[in-house]
């Protein structure tokens, strides 16, 4: 099987900034697409950021110039950095990846909270 295990979410005033990490693990024997989606309550969950294996990377335009997405490919971790954060940021968190392994699937993890104070 594969786990998605995702950290750094918390509570941050507006302005501040945090980074997310996801490791996967598991029967991996390589990850195509990785990416950061969120759903806050009420609204359906929207795609955050993605990155491919070579590095190209797209963004949601509510997010773009202050998220970055990067990957470390060894260790099968995705991250988001996200600087001058507002309170419309706040939701939950969940990365995703697309596994080739034992059963190739898109795999998620179990979400992690971001709150944004203003």
């Known amino acids: 099987q594969v786990q998605l295990v995702e950290s750094g979410g918390g509570l941050v005033q507006a302005g501040g900034s945090l980074r997310l990490s996801c490791a996967a693990s598991?029967?991996?024997?390589?990850?195509?697409?990785m990416g950061w989606y969120r759903q806050a309550p009420g609204k359906q969950r929207e795609l955050v950021a993605a990155i491919t294996t070579s590095g190209s990377t797209n963004y949601a335009d509510s997010v773009k110039g202050r998220f970055t997405i990067s990957r470390d490919n060894a260790k099968n971790t995705v991250y988001l950095r996200m600087n001058s954060l507002k309170h419309e940021d706040t939701a939950v968190y969940y990365c995703?990846?697309?596994?080739?392994?034992?059963?190739?699937?898109?795999?998620w993890g179990q979400g992690t909270q971001v709150t944004v104070s203003s």
């Open positions: 598991g029967s991996i024997f390589s990850i195509n697409a």
């Open positions: 995703n990846a697309e596994v080739y392994g034992l059963k190739d699937d898109h795999y």
